[in-house]
């Protein structure tokens, strides 16, 4: 049974009539003691059969060790999207619900390298020399959350030394104890610094800097 209905698909589609260049997903899963590698791994199956540009490679997470670790990936069910190389764009957990669109997004950005970036945050980007590690804990049914992966995103594709994770906190349990998860969004700077909620570029800025 499909999970995306014929109206997304065709919704789809229309908006991946607009990607430029090829976009590579690498997908890594497994087949046990995963609840949602499976339906992850449909759903992304089904995107990408939207665009002849969408590239899918799936991975074993264990059989596969050797690239899970050059991608650092360390749970499951995991997504890079990259294009001819990596640029830092994670997704942990199914980004089903809301967090559907952060992965259109997250193709879309890849593929026409189109953000939204304020000037005065890509100059500060410009500046780092230091790795950033941005994650960005969601659930599915939140509304707010999309615009601060959206953003923790677009910030990684423009720096090579930003990653951004989206991290679904229901399938990761122990993480959201380990950050004190109470509500969603909340975005973790480098396990040191904590932004709540969907805001400004400029405040996710400032948790950089204290971080650094």
């Not at 659930?139 to 991290?167: L, N």
């Amino acid at each position: 049974m499909s999970l995306l209905d014929e109206k997304i698909v065709s919704q789809l589609k229309d908006v991946f009539k607009g990607l430029n260049k090829d976009v590579n997903l690498k997908l890594f899963t497994q087949e046990i003691e995963c609840n949602f590698c499976k339906d992850t791994h449909n759903l992304i199956q089904e995107v990408a059969a939207t665009s002849d540009k969408i590239k899918l490679e799936v991975y074993d997470f264990q059989r596969d060790k050797e690239i899970a670790d050059q991608y650092n990936i360390t749970k499951i069910p995991a997504l890079v999207v990259m294009d001819e190389k990596d640029r830092g764009i994670r997704f942990f957990g199914i980004p089903s619900g809301y967090e559907f669109t952060s992965l259109i997004s997250a193709i879309t950005l890849v593929s026409t390298g189109a953000h939204q970036l304020k000037k005065s945050t890509q100059d500060f980007l410009n500046y780092i020399k230091k790795p950033v590690h941005l994650q960005v804990f969601v659930t599915p049914t939140c509304p707010y959350c999309p615009p601060a992966v959206i953003m923790a995103h677009q910030m990684a594709y423009f720096s090579e030394y930003i990653t951004a994770d989206m991290v679904e906190a229901s399938e990761f349990t122990p993480l959201a104890v380990k950050y004190n998860i109470q509500g969603v969004p909340r975005t973790v700077v480098n396990e040191t610094e904590f932004l709540e909620g969907a805001a400004p570029e400029e405040y996710l800025i400032e948790k950089i800097k204290a971080s650094l």
